[in-house]
Protein backbone atom coordinates (compact mmCIF):
# COMPACT_ATOMS: atom_id res chain seq x y z
CA UNK A 1 0.00 0.00 0.00
CA UNK A 2 1.51 3.48 -1.21
CA UNK A 3 2.39 5.47 1.78
CA UNK A 4 1.40 9.23 2.67
CA UNK A 5 4.94 10.35 4.15
CA UNK A 6 6.28 8.65 1.46
CA UNK A 7 4.53 10.95 -0.97
CA UNK A 8 5.17 13.97 0.97
CA UNK A 9 8.75 13.16 1.24
CA UNK A 10 9.12 13.76 -2.89
CA UNK A 11 8.12 16.80 -1.82
CA UNK A 12 4.13 16.76 -2.59
CA UNK A 13 1.69 19.26 -0.21
CA UNK A 14 -1.35 17.14 -0.41
CA UNK A 15 -5.04 18.20 0.62
CA UNK A 16 -6.94 16.52 3.06
CA UNK A 17 -10.72 16.89 3.71
CA UNK A 18 -12.82 19.29 5.83
CA UNK A 19 -15.64 18.91 8.67
CA UNK A 20 -17.92 16.04 9.08
CA UNK A 21 -20.11 16.79 11.87
CA UNK A 22 -21.84 19.61 10.42
CA UNK A 23 -22.50 17.59 7.17
CA UNK A 24 -23.82 14.84 9.27
CA UNK A 25 -26.43 17.21 11.22
CA UNK A 26 -27.63 18.53 7.78
CA UNK A 27 -28.22 15.14 7.04
CA UNK A 28 -30.82 14.36 10.18
CA UNK A 29 -28.32 13.74 12.85
CA UNK A 30 -30.15 14.70 15.85
CA UNK A 31 -28.56 15.89 19.22
CA UNK A 32 -27.73 12.50 21.05
CA UNK A 33 -27.45 10.42 18.07
CA UNK A 34 -24.26 7.90 17.85
CA UNK A 35 -22.73 9.43 14.24
CA UNK A 36 -20.58 6.19 13.71
CA UNK A 37 -23.81 3.98 13.78
CA UNK A 38 -24.93 5.64 10.44
CA UNK A 39 -22.17 3.56 9.11
CA UNK A 40 -24.34 0.80 9.27
CA UNK A 41 -28.03 2.48 9.07
CA UNK A 42 -27.32 4.89 6.63
CA UNK A 43 -24.09 3.95 5.10
CA UNK A 44 -25.18 6.26 1.70
CA UNK A 45 -25.49 9.21 3.81
CA UNK A 46 -21.66 8.86 4.93
CA UNK A 47 -20.11 7.94 1.43
CA UNK A 48 -21.77 11.21 -0.15
CA UNK A 49 -20.05 13.00 2.76
CA UNK A 50 -16.64 11.71 2.08
CA UNK A 51 -16.83 11.61 -1.93
CA UNK A 52 -17.75 15.40 -1.88
CA UNK A 53 -14.73 15.72 -0.52
CA UNK A 54 -12.67 13.56 -2.85
CA UNK A 55 -14.78 15.29 -6.04
CA UNK A 56 -13.71 18.67 -3.96
CA UNK A 57 -10.25 17.53 -4.74
CA UNK A 58 -8.79 16.28 -1.75
CA UNK A 59 -5.96 13.83 -1.76
CA UNK A 60 -7.30 11.59 1.25
CA UNK A 61 -10.70 11.65 3.14
CA UNK A 62 -11.10 10.73 6.94
CA UNK A 63 -13.74 8.35 8.15
CA UNK A 64 -17.12 8.56 10.02
CA UNK A 65 -15.46 6.97 13.59
CA UNK A 66 -13.92 9.90 15.25
CA UNK A 67 -16.12 8.86 18.65
CA UNK A 68 -15.83 5.33 18.12
CA UNK A 69 -14.01 4.22 20.82
CA UNK A 70 -15.67 1.85 23.33
CA UNK A 71 -16.12 4.66 26.26
CA UNK A 72 -17.91 6.62 24.11
CA UNK A 73 -20.15 3.58 22.02
CA UNK A 74 -20.92 2.48 25.90
CA UNK A 75 -22.77 5.30 26.22
CA UNK A 76 -25.06 5.09 23.23
CA UNK A 77 -25.45 1.33 24.12
CA UNK A 78 -22.82 -0.02 21.27
CA UNK A 79 -20.09 -0.44 23.28
CA UNK A 80 -20.04 -3.87 21.93
CA UNK A 81 -19.94 -2.87 18.20
CA UNK A 82 -16.64 -0.81 18.34
CA UNK A 83 -15.16 -3.27 15.71
CA UNK A 84 -18.10 -3.27 13.48
CA UNK A 85 -18.33 0.29 13.20
CA UNK A 86 -15.57 1.59 12.62
CA UNK A 87 -14.83 -1.30 9.96
CA UNK A 88 -17.81 0.02 8.61
CA UNK A 89 -16.75 3.18 8.58
CA UNK A 90 -12.95 3.02 7.03
CA UNK A 91 -14.78 0.94 4.31
CA UNK A 92 -17.38 3.21 2.84
CA UNK A 93 -14.71 6.30 3.01
CA UNK A 94 -12.60 3.90 1.23
CA UNK A 95 -15.08 3.22 -1.37
CA UNK A 96 -15.66 6.53 -1.39
CA UNK A 97 -11.85 8.06 -1.85
CA UNK A 98 -11.47 5.31 -4.73
CA UNK A 99 -7.95 4.41 -6.47
CA UNK A 100 -4.98 6.67 -5.92
CA UNK A 101 -6.33 8.95 -2.98
CA UNK A 102 -5.82 7.87 0.90
CA UNK A 103 -8.06 7.31 3.54
CA UNK A 104 -7.30 8.29 7.41
CA UNK A 105 -9.34 6.32 9.57
CA UNK A 106 -10.13 8.79 12.27
CA UNK A 107 -9.75 8.58 16.39
CA UNK A 108 -10.52 11.04 18.82
CA UNK A 109 -10.56 11.10 22.55
CA UNK A 110 -11.49 8.48 24.53
CA UNK A 111 -13.88 11.20 27.10
CA UNK A 112 -12.14 9.68 30.06
CA UNK A 113 -10.01 11.72 31.90
CA UNK A 114 -6.41 10.18 33.37
CA UNK A 115 -5.73 12.69 35.59
CA UNK A 116 -9.27 12.51 37.19
CA UNK A 117 -8.20 8.62 37.67
CA UNK A 118 -11.31 7.88 35.41
CA UNK A 119 -9.45 5.33 33.52
CA UNK A 120 -6.02 3.79 33.33
CA UNK A 121 -3.35 3.89 31.04
CA UNK A 122 -4.06 0.16 30.05
CA UNK A 123 -7.59 0.23 29.45
CA UNK A 124 -6.95 3.73 26.96
CA UNK A 125 -4.19 1.31 25.42
CA UNK A 126 -6.50 -1.27 24.81
CA UNK A 127 -9.54 0.88 23.93
CA UNK A 128 -7.35 2.72 21.18
CA UNK A 129 -5.81 -0.70 20.38
CA UNK A 130 -9.16 -1.95 19.33
CA UNK A 131 -10.51 1.04 17.30
CA UNK A 132 -7.23 1.13 15.41
CA UNK A 133 -7.28 -2.71 15.02
CA UNK A 134 -10.74 -2.24 13.17
CA UNK A 135 -9.77 0.43 10.99
CA UNK A 136 -6.91 -1.31 9.61
CA UNK A 137 -9.41 -3.89 8.76
CA UNK A 138 -11.42 -1.46 6.65
CA UNK A 139 -8.49 -1.07 4.76
CA UNK A 140 -6.94 2.83 5.78
CA UNK A 141 -3.98 4.03 5.02
CA UNK A 142 -2.93 5.93 7.88
CA UNK A 143 -4.63 5.73 11.61
CA UNK A 144 -5.43 9.88 12.16
CA UNK A 145 -5.46 10.42 16.10
CA UNK A 146 -6.31 14.12 16.57
CA UNK A 147 -8.35 16.47 18.51
CA UNK A 148 -6.39 15.42 21.63
CA UNK A 149 -5.18 17.61 24.39
CA UNK A 150 -3.80 15.20 26.68
CA UNK A 151 -0.17 14.16 25.71
CA UNK A 152 -0.32 11.25 27.87
CA UNK A 153 -3.57 10.03 26.29
CA UNK A 154 -2.14 11.41 23.02
CA UNK A 155 0.80 9.10 23.43
CA UNK A 156 -0.49 6.14 24.42
CA UNK A 157 -3.33 6.49 21.36
CA UNK A 158 -0.18 6.35 19.13
CA UNK A 159 1.45 4.00 20.39
CA UNK A 160 -1.32 1.55 20.43
CA UNK A 161 -1.88 2.13 16.71
CA UNK A 162 1.82 2.04 16.27
CA UNK A 163 2.43 -1.65 18.47
CA UNK A 164 -0.82 -3.01 16.67
CA UNK A 165 -1.11 -2.20 13.32
CA UNK A 166 0.66 -1.70 10.09
CA UNK A 167 -0.58 2.01 9.26
CA UNK A 168 0.92 4.99 9.18
CA UNK A 169 0.08 6.88 12.44
CA UNK A 170 -0.72 10.57 12.46
CA UNK A 171 -1.47 12.49 15.63
CA UNK A 172 -2.59 16.33 15.89
CA UNK A 173 -3.66 18.13 18.55
CA UNK A 174 -5.87 21.10 19.62
CA UNK A 175 -4.62 24.22 21.25
CA UNK A 176 -5.19 27.87 22.13
CA UNK A 177 -3.36 30.94 21.76
CA UNK A 178 -2.83 32.56 25.64
CA UNK A 179 -1.84 35.93 27.03
CA UNK A 180 1.80 36.45 25.36
CA UNK A 181 0.50 34.90 22.25
CA UNK A 182 1.90 31.40 23.06
CA UNK A 183 0.05 28.07 22.25
CA UNK A 184 -1.16 25.61 24.73
CA UNK A 185 -3.73 22.83 24.45
CA UNK A 186 -5.97 23.13 27.94
CA UNK A 187 -3.75 20.78 29.61
CA UNK A 188 -0.63 23.39 29.07
CA UNK A 189 0.89 21.76 26.62
CA UNK A 190 2.75 23.28 24.05
CA UNK A 191 3.42 22.46 20.19
CA UNK A 192 7.10 21.56 20.81
CA UNK A 193 6.24 19.14 23.81
CA UNK A 194 3.66 17.83 21.94
CA UNK A 195 6.70 17.36 18.71
CA UNK A 196 8.99 15.84 20.98
CA UNK A 197 6.61 13.43 22.87
CA UNK A 198 4.43 11.89 19.75
CA UNK A 199 7.97 11.47 17.33
CA UNK A 200 9.49 9.59 20.59
CA UNK A 201 6.23 7.68 21.32
CA UNK A 202 6.40 6.59 16.67
CA UNK A 203 3.88 9.34 15.03
CA UNK A 204 5.04 9.26 11.64
CA UNK A 205 3.41 12.75 11.09
CA UNK A 206 1.91 15.40 14.15
CA UNK A 207 0.18 18.83 13.82
CA UNK A 208 -3.01 20.30 14.84
CA UNK A 209 -6.46 20.71 14.45
CA UNK A 210 -9.63 22.58 15.61
CA UNK A 211 -9.94 25.64 17.44
CA UNK A 212 -8.67 28.01 15.13
CA UNK A 213 -8.41 29.57 12.10
CA UNK A 214 -5.70 29.11 9.61
CA UNK A 215 -4.30 32.46 10.69
CA UNK A 216 -3.31 30.83 14.22
CA UNK A 217 -2.46 27.80 12.80
CA UNK A 218 0.34 29.17 11.00
CA UNK A 219 1.94 29.72 14.23
CA UNK A 220 1.88 26.76 15.24
CA UNK A 221 3.59 25.31 12.30
CA UNK A 222 5.97 27.16 12.63
CA UNK A 223 7.22 26.37 16.25
CA UNK A 224 6.62 22.49 15.80
CA UNK A 225 8.65 22.70 12.60
CA UNK A 226 11.32 25.44 14.60
CA UNK A 227 11.62 22.22 16.94
CA UNK A 228 11.97 18.88 14.37
CA UNK A 229 12.90 20.01 11.20
CA UNK A 230 12.22 17.10 9.62
CA UNK A 231 8.24 15.53 10.99
CA UNK A 232 5.78 15.98 8.12
CA UNK A 233 3.30 18.48 9.60
CA UNK A 234 -0.47 17.94 8.84
CA UNK A 235 -3.52 20.92 9.62
CA UNK A 236 -6.89 20.74 9.91
CA UNK A 237 -8.13 24.48 10.84
CA UNK A 238 -11.35 25.57 11.15
CA UNK A 239 -12.96 28.34 9.09
CA UNK A 240 -12.33 30.64 11.83
CA UNK A 241 -13.54 30.81 15.15
CA UNK A 242 -17.29 30.03 15.08
CA UNK A 243 -19.97 32.79 16.71
CA UNK A 244 -23.49 31.52 18.44
CA UNK A 245 -26.41 33.26 17.90
CA UNK A 246 -30.15 32.37 18.31
CA UNK A 247 -28.78 28.60 19.07
CA UNK A 248 -26.60 28.68 15.88
CA UNK A 249 -23.48 28.25 14.96
CA UNK A 250 -21.31 30.00 11.90
CA UNK A 251 -18.13 30.05 10.64
CA UNK A 252 -17.19 33.23 9.60
CA UNK A 253 -14.08 32.65 6.80
CA UNK A 254 -14.90 32.34 3.25
CA UNK A 255 -13.43 29.39 0.84
CA UNK A 256 -11.53 32.41 -0.47
CA UNK A 257 -10.67 33.47 3.28
CA UNK A 258 -9.29 29.98 4.07
CA UNK A 259 -7.78 29.73 1.01
CA UNK A 260 -5.88 33.53 1.11
CA UNK A 261 -4.08 31.91 3.78
CA UNK A 262 -2.34 28.35 2.55
CA UNK A 263 0.95 29.78 0.79
CA UNK A 264 2.24 31.09 4.38
CA UNK A 265 1.05 28.22 6.40
CA UNK A 266 2.99 25.94 4.17
CA UNK A 267 5.95 28.28 3.42
CA UNK A 268 5.69 27.88 7.59
CA UNK A 269 6.60 23.89 6.96
CA UNK A 270 2.86 22.23 6.54
CA UNK A 271 2.93 19.13 4.29
CA UNK A 272 -1.05 18.64 4.64
CA UNK A 273 -3.48 20.97 4.50
CA UNK A 274 -7.18 20.51 5.08
CA UNK A 275 -10.39 21.72 7.34
CA UNK A 276 -11.92 20.96 10.52
CA UNK A 277 -15.01 22.63 12.11
CA UNK A 278 -16.98 24.49 9.55
CA UNK A 279 -15.70 23.70 6.80
CA UNK A 280 -17.05 22.67 3.45
CA UNK A 281 -16.13 20.76 -0.06
CA UNK A 282 -15.61 24.66 -1.58
CA UNK A 283 -13.24 25.65 1.43
CA UNK A 284 -11.61 22.35 0.02
CA UNK A 285 -11.50 22.83 -3.13
CA UNK A 286 -10.40 26.36 -3.30
CA UNK A 287 -7.10 25.53 -1.24
CA UNK A 288 -6.61 22.77 -3.93
CA UNK A 289 -6.55 25.33 -6.30
CA UNK A 290 -4.19 27.48 -4.08
CA UNK A 291 -1.54 24.13 -3.60
CA UNK A 292 -1.97 23.30 -7.23
CA UNK A 293 -0.78 26.56 -7.86
CA UNK A 294 2.26 26.56 -6.08
Not at 148 to 176: P, S, W, Y
Request: hydrophobic letters at 40%; proline letters at 4%.
Amino acid sequence: MKKIVGELKKGRVLVSDGAWGTFLQQKGLKPGECPEEWNISRPNDVFAIAKSYIDAGADMVETNSFGGNRFKLEKYGFGDRVYEFNKAAAEISRLAAGPGRFVLGSIGPSGKLLIMEEVTEDELYDAFKEQAMALEAGNVHAIMIETMTDLDEARIAVKAAKENTGCEVFCTMTFQKIIGGEFRTMMGISPSEMAETLVAAGADLIGTNCGNGMEDMIGMVQEIRNFNPAVPILVHANAGMPHYLDGVTTFPESPENMAGRVKKIIEAGANIVGGCCGTTPDHIGKIREVVNSL
